[in-house]
C-alpha cells in the first residue's frame, strides 16, 4: 500500500505565491476602506450604508469585514446549463471553459474577407459555428448589431446566439430594461421561471468603470442578477498606466477592488448569488494609446487575477484568444496561443474573448475556428501525465523487451486515441503528400472549416413555443423604446 503520496492530474501553474495573494488581498480591502469607491447607484449606496459602510456623497468607502462576508456568502462553485440540457458548465476550482467575446463593432466576412459593420444575421453564424466546435465551451456574438433598433442591439444579439446554439451564453446589455428582457427569453428556452432558476442557461456580463467607478447601468444590472439568481460577471476592462497604475500588481489589486465592489453589493441585495469575478487586465501602448489585446502582459495579469480568485474561492473571468492583429495571420495565431495557453494553464474560469482582433474592435470567425484547434493542445497538455498500474506499462514493455515495437500491440491500440492528440487543421503530411493535396497552409484549411460550417451545421431545433415567446418579448421591446422616443420628442 503507497501512503502520503500527492497526485497532480493537471498541468497548471501559478503567477502569485500565495503570501503574494495575501499581500494584494490586505491591499484590495486597505483601498476599499482608506481611498473607497464611487458608486453612482442610490439603492446600492443605502445598502452599503445600512450594511456599515462610510457613505459621502457617491464615495463608498467599504470596511474589511463586509468584503469579508461578502466573500464568504458567494458560492465558489455553481452550474451553468445547455438550455437542452445535454452538458453544463462547473464553475469551480481549475474547470475551464473557453468562449469568445461580445460586443464589437467591425466583422470580417467568412466569405469576402472584407472588414464590415457586424449584422444581425451574423449573430446566428457566430452560435452556430460556435455550437460546431468543440473546444468552445459558451458563446459571446462577437459583435454589436448594426441593423436592428440600435436600443435593442443586445437583446437581437442574445436571442440569435441562444436560438442557434445549445451551449450557455455570456450575455451583455445597455441597460436594465434589455437586461431584464434577455432574462424573458433565457425563461421561455429554459421552460418557464422555476426551470431557469433550477437550470440556469446564461451568465451575464457587464462592467464597472476603471479606475473605482460603479456605474449606475452596471450597479443596476448586478442588483437585477442578484435578484434573479443569474451568475453575474462583474468585471473591469483595465488598461495598466491609463486608467490603472503601470505595474502589474497594481492592476491587479484595483481591478479586484472594482469586482469585489460588484461582489459585496450582489451579496446584500440576496446573499449566495452566483458571482464571477476578473477581467480584461491589460495596458496601453504608450507610442499609441492603443489597449493591448495581444500582449504578454494581458496573459501575466489575467493569470494574476485567476490566482486571486482562487485565494478568494470565486469563480474567474480570464481572457484568452485575443489579438491586435487585423487579420487571420502568423500574428494573430501567435498572440491567440499564448494568451488561450495562459489562461487555460492558469485555470480561469471562463475564458473570454477567442475572435477577438484589431485590439477588440473586429470579431473575426477564422480566428475562433483556429483557436478551436489551439485549445485542443492546450487541454490536451494541461491533462498531464496518468500515473497508474497500465499506464506505466510494466508488464507490455517486458512482452515486448528489447528490439522488439508497440505498433501492433493491443495496448498501444486500446490507449493511443486517449493518450495522443489528433490535430484537425495543422498539418504533419510528408511534403509531398502535403502538395498532393494542394499544399494548403494553416490559413486556407481554417477559411474552408469556417465556410464549411456555415453551410452545414444548423444548429438546434428551438420549441415553437419558445419561438412564439420570443417575438412576443421582442415586440414588448419594440414597443417600449418607441414610447420612449415618442416621450423624449415631446419634451
Known amino acids: 500500500m503507497r501512503t502520503?503520496?500527492?497526485?497532480?492530474?493537471?498541468?497548471?501553474?501559478?503567477?502569485?505565491?500565495?503570501?503574494?495573494?495575501?499581500?494584494?488581498?490586505?491591499?484590495?480591502?486597505?483601498?476599499?476602506q482608506r481611498t473607497g469607491v464611487d458608486v453612482y447607484h442610490e439603492e446600492a449606496r443605502k445598502m452599503l450604508k445600512e450594511a456599515g459602510a462610510h457613505v459621502d456623497g457617491v464615495r463608498v468607502y467599504i470596511p474589511?469585514?463586509?468584503?469579508?462576508?461578502?466573500?464568504?456568502?458567494?458560492?465558489?462553485?455553481?452550474?451553468?446549463?445547455?438550455?437542452?440540457?445535454?452538458?453544463?458548465i462547473r464553475l469551480r476550482k481549475n474547470e475551464v471553459y473557453p468562449g469568445t467575446g461580445p460586443s464589437m463593432p467591425n466583422y470580417i466576412d467568412p466569405y469576402t474577407e472584407e472588414r464590415r459593420l457586424f449584422l444581425r444575421k451574423d449573430s446566428a453564424d457566430v452560435a452556430r459555428v460556435c455550437d460546431a466546435l468543440p473546444n468552445i465551451l459558451f458563446v459571446e456574438g462577437l459583435g454589436s448589431i448594426s441593423d436592428t433598433t440600435g436600443d435593442l442591439a443586445d437583446l437581437y444579439e442574445f436571442v440569435e446566439l441562444i436560438t442557434h446554439t445549445t451551449k450557455p451564453i455570456a450575455a451583455w446589455s445597455f441597460n436594465r430594461q434589455?437586461?431584464?428582457?434577455?432574462?424573458?427569453?433565457?425563461?421561455?428556452?429554459?421552460?418557464?421561471e422555476e426551470e431557469f432558476q433550477r437550470k440556469p442557461n446564461f451568465m451575464f456580463y457587464m462592467e464597472p468603470i476603471p479606475p473605482l467607478v460603479s456605474n449606475e447601468e452596471s450597479v443596476d444590472k448586478v442588483l437585477f442578477c442578484a435578484e434573479k439568481h443569474i451568475p453575474a460577471i462583474f468585471t473591469p476592462c483595465c488598461m495598466g498606466g491609463g486608467t490603472e497604475?503601470?505595474?502589474?500588481?497594481?492592476?491587479?489589486?484595483?481591478?479586484?477592488?472594482?469586482?469585489?465592489?460588484?461582489?459585496?453589493?450582489?451579496?446584500?441585495?440576496?446573499?449566495?448569488?452566483?458571482?464571477?469575478m476578473g477581467g480584461v487586465l491589460t495596458v496601453m501602448d504608450m507610442l499609441t494609446s492603443t489597449y493591448i489585446y495581444g500582449g504578454p502582459e494581458l496573459s501575466i495579469m489575467c493569470a494574476g487575477i485567476t490566482d486571486m480568485g482562487k485565494y478568494l474561492d470565486i469563480p474567474v473571468f480570464s481572457t484568452g484568444g485575443c489579438t491586435d492583429a487585423k487579420i487571420t495571420e502568423p500574428q494573430a495565431a501567435l498572440?491567440?496561443?499564448?494568451?488561450?495557453?495562459?489562461?487555460?494553464?492558469?485555470g480561469g474560469n471562463i475564458i473570454h474573448d477567442t475572435g477577438y482582433s484589431e485590439s477588440g474592435l473586429t470579431g473575426n470567425l477564422f480566428n475562433v475556428v483556429m483557436n478551436n484547434e489551439i485549445l485542443g493542445m492546450a487541454f490536451r497538455i494541461t491533462r498531464g501525465v496518468e500515473v497508474n498500474e497500465d499506464s506505466m506499462a510494466i508488464d507490455v514493455i517486458e512482452q515486448v523487451g528489447p528490439q522488439g515495437h508497440y505498433l501492433l500491440h493491443e495496448h498501444t491500440d486500446k490507449?493511443?486515441?486517449?493518450?495522443?492528440?489528433?490535430?484537425?487543421?495543422l498539418n504533419r503530411l510528408p511534403i509531398e503528400e502535403w502538395k498532393n493535396a494542394g499544399a494548403k497552409t494553416l490559413g486556407d484549411k481554417v477559411k474552408e472549416k469556417t465556410r464549411y460550417l456555415l453551410e452545414n451545421h444548423k444548429g438546434p431545433e428551438v420549441p415553437e413555443s419558445a419561438r412564439k415567446e420570443i417575438e412576443n418579448i421582442l415586440q414588448e421591446a419594440e414597443d417600449r423604446v418607441a414610447r420612449e422616443k415618442a416621450a423624449k420628442q415631446e419634451r
Open 245 to 276: 497604475p503601470a505595474t502589474f500588481a497594481g492592476v491587479i489589486t484595483n481591478a479586484a477592488v472594482e469586482s469585489l465592489t460588484g461582489l459585496v453589493i450582489a451579496q446584500l441585495k440576496r446573499r449566495g448569488a452566483p458571482f464571477i
Open 178 to 192: 434589455s437586461c431584464e428582457s434577455i432574462y424573458k427569453v433565457a425563461v421561455a428556452m429554459a421552460g418557464g
Open 64 to 88: 474589511p469585514f463586509m468584503v469579508k462576508e461578502a466573500i464568504a456568502l458567494v458560492p465558489d462553485n455553481f452550474i451553468v446549463h445547455h438550455w437542452d440540457g445535454s452538458d453544463v
Open 335 to 346: 498572440e491567440g496561443a499564448m494568451s488561450n495557453y495562459t489562461a487555460v494553464l492558469s
Open 415 to 425: 490507449t493511443f486515441r486517449t493518450e495522443m492528440w489528433e490535430p484537425e487543421l
Open 4 to 32: 502520503n503520496l500527492t497526485s497532480n492530474k493537471t498541468t497548471q501553474f501559478q503567477i502569485l505565491s500565495e503570501d503574494q495573494c495575501e499581500a494584494i488581498y490586505h491591499n484590495i480591502l486597505e483601498v476599499m
